[in-house]
């Protein structure tokens, strides 16, 4: 054994984008989170066409859910991602909930319960956002988010809220 961690974690990533052709931004996304140092895609899910959660005067939204194993610890992923979304031109307004480029959450690290400045895992909202519900879903059915209880629980009690799969 030498000293040097590298211990895997799985953790999931959502991607969301509602403007400058959402479908791009997602693939474009994927392709940078791939390519990132200690980080390895196993999973992704279908494209899903989503109504706006929050103000409705903004577009549709194009959302997705990824997973990944990676050895990079949790604030440097959030720090990682959050580069990706600036060069693909998010630009951080005022307004809150407003629309975006590219949104990248860490929705779940491991079984990781985090509650940091600036990340809370799982995140907030995991457990009523149809867009994220179904995406985690189809593809690690038989998850258990901490402190919210298995995904098919919530899955099944969520409305779809217009969530539809896009071909
Ligand atoms: N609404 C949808 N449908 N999809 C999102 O990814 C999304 N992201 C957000 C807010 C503004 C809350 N609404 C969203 O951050």
């Known amino acids: 054994?030498?000293?040097i961690s590298c211990e895997l974690v799985t953790?999931?990533?959502g991607l969301g984008s509602n403007l400058e052709n959402p479908i791009t931004q997602i693939n474009s996304a994927r392709l940078a989170i791939t390519q990132l140092n200690k980080v390895e895609e196993f999973t992704f899910s279908s494209l899903y066409?989503?109504?706006p959660m929050g103000p409705q005067n903004q577009p549709d939204y194009v959302?997705?859910?990824m997973g990944i194993n990676t050895s990079l610890e949790p604030l440097t992923l959030l720090r990682c991602l959050q580069s990706i979304e600036n060069a693909q031109g998010r630009v951080?307004?005022?307004e809150r909930w407003g629309a975006?480029?590219?949104d990248l959450d860490i929705l779940l690290y491991g079984n990781s319960v985090l509650d940091l400045p600036d990340?809370?895992?799982p995140h907030i909202g995991i457990d009523e956002r149809a867009f994220v519900l179904y995406p985690l879903h189809e593809i690690a059915p038989n998850l258990l988010i901490p402190t919210k209880g298995a995904l098919a629980d919530l899955v099944s009690k969520c409305?779809?809220?217009?969530l539809k799969l896009l071909n």
Do not use: E
């Open 1 to 3: 054994m030498n000293n």
């Open 11 to 13: 953790a999931y990533i």
């Open 49 to 51: 066409h989503s109504l």
């Open 63 to 65: 959302n997705a859910v």
């Open 92 to 94: 951080r307004k005022g």
């Open 100 to 102: 975006r480029t590219l």
């Open 119 to 121: 990340l809370k895992v």
């Open 159 to 162: 409305p779809l809220d217009g």
